[in-house]
């Protein structure tokens, strides 16, 4: 129990934000360690109102580099993921909990607790919903990422419109919501962490 929560730790304080990538792929062992993370992920409802997209070309990479504001690593990584937030969870809520080990009347109580909190939002409450469960996801993606000894970063800013378009999105039903970039670091050197102090930002009631 020790050495994974010190293994655990030293995650948490080799993750940073790297922005020099060696120009080297991704093997497919070590992607698919990262998505199955991201796949494994919590969500409320158990929704997992997400998609990952996965972009190894390195044309497709420079092209989304463009709606990203010209980001440099994001043309120049291994591997990008483009997160995004699924809109139609409704429509599929009903399914999953069917999918689940549930005795059925605790599912026609979830059914009726949660079915009509779901079907009264509208749009861009679905997509705020939505994109709060990704970030979970990505937390997961990105320590993974770490735990191989590679490099990530989150990138956040990019044209939400244009990408939606780029990947042939119905809106109505799926947005795109945040970007991770991975690659094997340029260099191995671990920037020193600024965080708040601990006293700051916990409070006990």
Not at 66 to 86: E, F, M, P, S, Y
């Amino acid at each position: 129990m020790e050495s994974t929560k010190q293994a655990f730790q030293q995650i948490l304080q080799e993750r940073y934000s790297c922005r020099e990538f060696k120009d080297s792929p991704i093997p497919k062992e070590s992607l698919d360690y990262i998505l199955e993370a991201g796949r494994l992920s919590p969500s409320s409802l158990g929704l997992e109102p997400w998609r990952f997209y996965v972009v190894e070309d390195k044309a497709k990479k420079l092209e989304i580099s463009k709606i990203a504001n010209n980001q440099n690593h994001v043309a120049n990584c291994g591997v990008i993921l483009i997160l995004t937030a699924r809109l139609d969870f409704g429509e599929y809520f009903i399914d999953k909990l069917k999918a689940r080990n549930m005795p059925q009347e605790e599912i026609n109580q979830r059914i009726t607790l949660y079915k009509p909190f779901i079907d009264a939002m509208d749009e861009e409450q679905k997509l705020h919903y939505a994109r709060e469960q990704v970030f979970l996801a990505l937390g997961n993606l990105a320590n993974a990422v770490s735990a191989l000894g590679l490099g990530s970063c989150i990138i956040g800013g990019f044209d939400s419109n244009k990408l939606d378009t780029y990947l042939n999105l119905n809106i109505h039903k799926e947005r795109t919501a945040i970007l991770l970039v991975i690659g094997e670091k340029m260099q191995n050197q671990i920037p020193k962490k600024s965080r708040n102090p601990k006293e700051e930002i916990v409070k006990f009631l």
